[in-house]
């Protein structure tokens, strides 16, 4: 990883030094070499206007000539100011004439000078004879012989410039083959040293990776977990950490399941076998009123603790796949949790339920879900609770903008001293209460927390002094 981060950074260096060297190349080829030579071209253009004027009366000649000659006389000093090459102490200067000694083409420097001083003077002669530098001659005019000395020498600076041009691109063409020379030979060097370092790091991790892909084959086909052993400090070594986490908690999952399956298929028997049983009974006894009375009693009690056991099982799958529907409605927490504690006293005879509102408990919200989570509630407060021991149920609806229902039993000894563990999916309690009670299976409290949820509400459980359990859901108007 070092040697290729290495490779990297000389490479970007390079190619920023290159870049670099390109730009400032190209920049001096179109403002040093390229614009001169496009204004020398608009210099001979103005020269060829005088040449109409050669004919003209001598006062048409003071007007017309001025414009031509202020671009002359623009071009000739601008020349001499920036483009000079043979006295210029610019950079660009500098690098031209270095171009041009190792091309042999020094001589031209001395040819460029001769031609820009012929055409300052004869663009300063034209000036004088025509009136527009000095005294107004008495016959203002323009003579062939200087127009044809000035065109002559703006030629000999256009060809001049012109093999400046073909120096400069040659020069520029050199440093370009070379730096791509360099890269090429850096390019298959690191190519080179690149394969090399891959051979010795395939060698180096290609086991540790074999171990992980056979790990996770016989995981994947056999579902057998075996910890993978990598002593490393690098990404392979996290990546197998990862992995052994990962297996670990799919394992424990499956445990999991595999005991809420046991657990949940032990509670749908238990109120089977009992109705089959009481309904043959009060079969049997179809004549005695009291046996088959007692009989239907009890399957109708047994049917309720099923209907909400299976509830219970689908609701929880609907809310590990966030499918659990939610429609609110305005309610009444106090009616609905008389409704809900009169059905479950039928199942629960031997505590007593005390109901303790206070305020008015109208809100909005999922009538259905906050029955659910109710008698869910009220399932696991008795599993928990002392024998014959009551149980308090507070509505606190005192506050504007909350709900508070509590739930108060003593006991809980049977429960593990971390109570969030009460609410993963999946989780079992060992207490299972007393015969004919409800008991809990560990997936209510896991629905009363999806519910909270769902009303953007909380839902937690804590111990007080006396083995008092305090089950509390805080719910939103």
């Given at each position: 990883?070092?040697?290729?981060?290495?490779?990297?950074?000389?490479?970007?260096?390079?190619?920023?030094?290159?870049?670099?060297?390109?730009?400032?190349?190209?920049?001096?080829?179109?403002?040093?070499?390229?614009?001169?030579?496009?204004?020398?071209?608009?210099?001979?253009?103005?020269?060829?206007?005088?040449?109409?004027?050669?004919?003209?009366?001598?006062?048409?000649?003071?007007?017309?000539?001025?414009?031509?000659?202020?671009?002359?006389?623009?071009?000739?000093?601008?020349?001499?100011?920036?483009?000079?090459?043979?006295?210029?102490?610019?950079?660009?200067?500098?690098?031209?004439?270095?171009?041009?000694?190792?091309?042999?083409?020094?001589?031209?420097?001395?040819?460029?000078?001769?031609?820009?001083?012929?055409?300052?003077?004869?663009?300063?002669?034209?000036?004088?004879?025509?009136?527009?530098?000095?005294?107004?001659?008495?016959?203002?005019?323009?003579?062939?012989?200087?127009?044809?000395?000035?065109?002559?020498a703006l030629v000999r600076l256009h060809k001049i410039n012109l093999?400046?041009?073909?120096?400069?691109?040659?020069?520029?063409?050199?440093?370009?083959?070379?730096?791509?020379?360099?890269?090429?030979?850096?390019?298959?060097?690191?190519?080179?040293?690149?394969?090399?370092?891959?051979?010795?790091?395939?060698?180096?991790?290609?086991?540790?990776?074999?171990?992980?892909?056979?790990?996770?084959?016989?995981?994947?086909?056999?579902?057998?977990?075996?910890?993978?052993?990598?002593?490393?400090?690098?990404?392979?070594?996290?990546?197998?950490?990862?992995?052994?986490?990962?297996?670990?908690?799919?394992?424990?999952?499956?445990?999991?399941?595999?005991?809420?399956?046991?657990?949940?298929?032990?509670?749908?028997?238990?109120?089977?076998?009992?109705?089959?049983?009481?309904?043959?009974?009060?079969?049997?006894?179809?004549?005695?009123?009291?046996?088959?009375?007692?009989?239907?009693?009890?399957?109708?009690?047994?049917?309720?603790?099923?209907?909400?056991?299976?509830?219970?099982?689908?609701?929880?799958?609907?809310?590990?796949?966030?499918?659990?529907?939610?429609?609110?409605?305005?309610?009444?927490?106090?009616?609905?949790?008389?409704?809900?504690?009169?059905?479950?006293?039928?199942?629960?005879?031997?505590?007593?339920?005390?109901?303790?509102?206070?305020?008015?408990?109208?809100?909005?919200?999922?009538?259905?879900?906050?029955?659910?989570?109710?008698?869910?509630?009220?399932?696991?407060?008795?599993?928990?609770?002392?024998?014959?021991?009551?149980?308090?149920?507070?509505?606190?609806?005192?506050?504007?903008?909350?709900?508070?229902?509590?739930?108060?039993?003593?006991?809980?000894?049977?429960?593990?001293?971390?109570?969030?563990?009460?609410?993963?999916?999946?989780?079992?309690?060992?207490?299972?209460?007393?015969?004919?009670?409800?008991?809990?299976?560990?997936?209510?409290?896991?629905?009363?927390?999806?519910?909270?949820?769902?009303?953007?509400?909380?839902?937690?459980?804590?111990?007080?002094?006396?083995?008092?359990?305090?089950?509390?859901?805080?719910?939103?108007?």
């Amino acid at each position: 990883m070092l040697s290729q981060l290495i490779l990297a950074a000389l490479g970007i260096t390079m190619s920023i030094v290159a870049l670099k060297r390109l730009a400032i190349e190209t920049s001096y080829l179109r403002h040093y070499v390229f614009q001169p030579f496009v204004v020398i071209s608009s210099g001979i253009e103005s020269s060829n206007a005088l040449y109409t004027l050669l004919a003209r009366p001598p006062s048409d000649v003071a007007v017309e000539i001025r414009e031509p000659m202020a671009r002359l006389r623009s071009f000739i000093d601008r020349y001499q100011r920036e483009w000079l090459t043979a006295t210029s102490t610019l950079p660009e200067a500098i690098h031209l004439r270095a171009a041009l000694a190792r091309a042999g083409e020094l001589a031209l420097l001395e040819e460029e000078r001769e031609a820009a001083d012929t055409i300052a003077a004869a663009i300063a002669h034209i000036e004088r004879t025509t009136g527009l530098a000095g005294p107004m001659p008495a016959a203002p005019h323009v003579r062939r012989a200087d127009v044809e000395n000035l065109s002559g020498a703006l030629v000999r600076l256009h060809k001049i410039n012109l093999r400046y041009m073909e120096v400069a691109y040659d020069a520029f063409d050199r440093i370009r083959r070379r730096i791509f020379l360099v890269f090429m030979t850096v390019g298959l060097g690191g190519v080179t040293a690149a394969s090399l370092f891959g051979l010795a790091v395939r060698r180096a991790i290609a086991p540790r990776i074999h171990r992980m892909v056979t790990a996770v084959r016989c995981f994947r086909e056999l579902g057998v977990y075996e910890p993978l052993e990598d002593r490393g400090d690098d990404e392979l070594a996290v990546l197998a950490h990862t992995l052994n986490t990962s297996f670990k908690a799919i394992a424990e999952r499956d445990k999991d399941r595999d005991r809420f399956l046991a657990v949940a298929a032990h509670e749908l028997k238990t109120p089977l076998t009992t109705m089959k049983g009481f309904s043959q009974v009060a079969l049997a006894h179809r004549n005695d009123t009291a046996i088959r009375e007692r009989a239907l009693a009890i399957i109708d009690r047994q049917a309720t603790r099923l209907g909400h056991l299976v509830q219970d099982l689908l609701w929880s799958a609907r809310i590990s796949g966030g499918e659990l529907p939610f429609r609110p409605e305005a309610i009444d927490v106090e009616e609905l949790a008389r409704r809900v504690i009169g059905e479950f006293e039928l199942v629960a005879k031997d505590h007593s339920i005390r109901l303790a509102p206070r305020g008015d408990a109208h809100m909005l919200g999922d009538p259905e879900l906050v029955e659910q989570a109710l008698w869910s509630l009220l399932v696991q407060a008795v599993s928990v609770a002392l024998e014959h021991d009551p149980v308090l149920v507070t509505i606190d609806a005192g506050a504007a903008a909350r709900v508070l229902i509590t739930i108060e039993v003593r006991g809980g000894k049977d429960l593990p001293e971390d109570l969030e563990k009460l609410l993963e999916p999946f989780a079992v309690v060992a207490f299972e209460g007393r015969r004919g009670e409800p008991r809990s299976t560990g997936v209510g409290l896991h629905l009363v927390q999806g519910i909270a949820r769902l009303h953007g509400a909380r839902f937690w459980i804590e111990r007080r002094p006396g083995d008092l359990m305090v089950f509390s859901l805080e719910l939103r108007r």
